[in-house]
């Protein structure tokens, strides 16, 4: 019996796929326990592996490619193109720009009911709306702990948070219309979540020290590339 694809939290969407039937290809499957375990051990966003092994599960889940609109019933492929990996990278993608945003300072100009209401569900300011299988949410760390975490420096310019925002409108732009309504939630939720980072970011701009400009470059570029989100 094939069991629902389960993303209510990172941890359940990729048990979710070794749970599929007809299984899926054995790359995914490996690939997916790898990063369970990376998951689980991810102390902070500066795993450059982790970061780029959720693009691997994207491309997994696109035929090998970000051609646009792959899934279960493509006949224009050597082998049929599973959606799932895409989707559960998708919600990987999610998770990960919602941490990288709260390491950020909180804006300046928000009040504290603000933040409080923001941070209800997913904390992309989606009202607390998951997909499709919404289990319990998530515990929030205390108050003192989550401003404790909060970066008072800014982020790294080589971060590989950048590294995912620059494949990211290009993935957003190729799948904005899939087939899967399930998929197409995952990239209206990642849309969320890489505008709100790249919003809370500009609070960095300025300076003038060769790694503030580096860092200055980087965000001019996520904001470029929100800007090809919205025109897509």
Known sequence: ENER??????????????????????????????????????????????????????E??????????????????????????????????VDYLEKRTEELPADTGASGDDDDEEDEGTGLGTGGGGVYAEGPRIPNVSEESKETERASRPPNP???????MAALPKIVNAYVEHAEPRVRSLVAQTVGGYALYATSLLNWLGGSSSEEKELNEAIHKAQAGRQQIHNA
């Open 5 to 58: 694809m389960d993303f209510s939290t990172v941890d359940r969407a990729l048990v979710s796929l070794s749970r599929r039937h007809p299984p899926l290809p054995a790359e995914v499957l490996d690939l997916s326990a790898e990063l369970l375990e990376q998951q689980k051990q991810l102390s902070s966003g500066e795993d450059v592996a982790y970061a780029r092994n959720i693009l691997r599960l994207i």
């Open 60 to 93: 997994l889940g696109s035929g090998g490619g970000y051609d646009g609109g792959s899934n279960d019933d493509d006949v224009g492929n050597e082998k049929k193109v599973r959606w799932e990996p895409l989707a559960v990278g998708l919600r990987l993608i």
């Open 158 to 164: 080589n971060s590989p948070v950048f590294e995912l």
